[in-house]
């Protein structure tokens, strides 16, 4: 099974790369089409997202065979070998950089609008495509990138051949690839939609990227819940406008790709987000605390209390985004008297868990279930017949229970968007 579009691949490929979560990960993707794909990636681990710009220096008289490669800032990385085999003069060499070099201050022209590049020295750099056929841009990319500083260098794409491990030993520290058909014909052959990537698409994930970095704040937190302490990414907008507390689902957690989608969209609309693993590791162990509605919605009430004390977003009014069994706690939780929850959202949720509390949430309820995800849809059906609250159910069409279908998680983020402005105080005049 190959990926819808480059979004769902980049949303694999960042769950493939969680365990770099927590690290001073930087990730490039290779413009054109690795940047949507590094832009669900750097959502998923939280870190910066850039481009990393690098054009081929191709042999004198045979410009498709690589004598090696140049990149931002001067970096240049030869090789040796095939200067030799080839009696390649350091003047030619010259020559072809400096044409090289200024078509690659066109493209960084072009795509950083006058942005800086993000430092990669020491830090770990992950380095992004849509997928590897020979794998010459990426070697280029990674030898770009050691030779910017890198202390570490993972390339990841979502798809490669059978047996690039072997042929690009050696380029990274590490090799991640969500698939590797085999046959392989071409890299496009696994998306159902591989439509060429324009450059104004590069530019807005950039832009989107910046707006992260510009954020008041955007980190890994330690959430005080109750007896124990769970974890938590907070991201602040400059001047917040409210704060939506993330419930995750069943089998989820705050890494989850496509609750960071969400969160990225919210953000872009002034909202602060805290994604929160309602439960420890050790915890997550028993299944059954995955279910436990009681315990998940007095959790999240100590979430809460916390957001409402910490400086960073304290005075903010509190909603909740929650996804199938998250979506129940934190029904649940605003049930509860006193709550204070501003509004709701719940997509692909179980809200019908929440049982004889729905008749006493007061926030305004908005549920969001895909097309054809049946049994979920008609569940949210009947526990909306049970909300006495002002709630609102729309099914996203064609989207099933995951949203992965490509344009629905979209569709589903910007209708939460807009209800969170709608209806958090003070948010108002930013509905769209």
């Not at 058909?181 to 990227?209: K, M, N």
């Not at 997550?284 to 979430?303: H, K, P, S, T």
């Not at 004889?356 to 007061?362: A, F, K, M, Q, R």
């Not at 895909?370 to 002002?390: I, K, P």
Request: contains cysteine.
């Amino acid at each position: 099974m190959g990926f819808v579009d480059r979004a769902a691949a980049g949303r694999r490929l960042g769950e493939q790369l969680a365990h770099l979560s927590g690290d001073d990960v930087v990730v490039v993707g290779l413009p054109r089409g690795g940047v949507p794909v590094a832009a669900e990636v750097a959502r998923a681990l939280g870190a910066p997202l850039d481009i990393i710009a690098v054009r081929k220096l191709g042999v004198p008289y045979q410009p498709e065979l690589a004598m090696g490669a140049i990149g931002e800032d001067g970096a240049r990385v030869l090789d040796e070998e095939v200067i030799r085999l080839y009696g390649i003069s350091p003047a030619e060499i010259e020559s072809v950089e400096a044409r090289e070099r200024v078509q690659l201050e066109r493209l960084v022209q072009r795509f950083r609008a006058g942005r800086a590049p993000t430092p990669l020295a020491g830090r770990v750099v992950v380095v992004v495509d849509d997928g590897i056929a020979t794998g010459s841009t990426a070697r280029a990319a990674c030898h770009v990138a050691r030779a910017q500083g890198a202390q570490r260098v993972v390339l990841a794409v979502p798809v490669a051949p059978v047996g690039w491990r072997d042929r690009l030993t050696g380029i990274a520290d590490e090799l991640v690839s969500v698939l590797t058909p085999d046959p392989f014909s071409a890299v496009g052959a696994h998306y159902a939609d591989f439509t060429q990537t324009t450059d104004e698409q590069v530019i807005d994930c950039l832009r989107r990227g910046a707006l992260t970095r510009s954020a008041g704040r955007d980190e890994e937190v330690a959430v005080e819940a109750g007896t124990v302490t769970v974890a938590g990414h907070l991201a602040v907008p400059a001047s917040p406008r409210g704060v939506v507390v993330f419930a995750h689902g069943s089998g989820s957690s705050r890494h989850s790709p496509r609750n960071r989608e969400v969160a990225s969209v919210l953000n872009d609309a002034g909202l602060a987000t805290l994604l929160v693993d309602l439960l420890t590791r050790q915890e997550e162990l028993d299944r059954g605390n995955v279910f436990d509605v009681d315990m998940l919605a007095q959790r999240l009430i100590d979430v809460t209390g916390w957001v409402r004390c910490d400086a960073r977003v304290a005075g903010l009014t509190v909603g909740y985004f929650g996804a199938s069994t998250g979506a129940a706690a934190a029904l649940a939780a605003a049930a509860r008297p006193g709550a204070g929850i501003g509004a709701i959202v719940s997509r692909g949720g179980r809200p019908d868990l929440a049982g004889p509390l729905l008749g006493s949430v007061t926030a305004p309820t908005l549920l969001i279930v895909g097309g054809l995800d049946d049994v979920v849809l008609r569940l949210n059906r009947q526990a909306q017949s049970h909300l006495r609250c002002r709630s609102q159910l729309i099914v996203v069409p064609g989207a099933t229970h995951l949203f992965d279908e490509p344009g629905t998680l979209q569709t589903a983020a910007a209708a939460a968007r807009d209800w969170f402005l709608e209806h958090l105080p003070g948010t108002h005049t930013l509905a769209r």
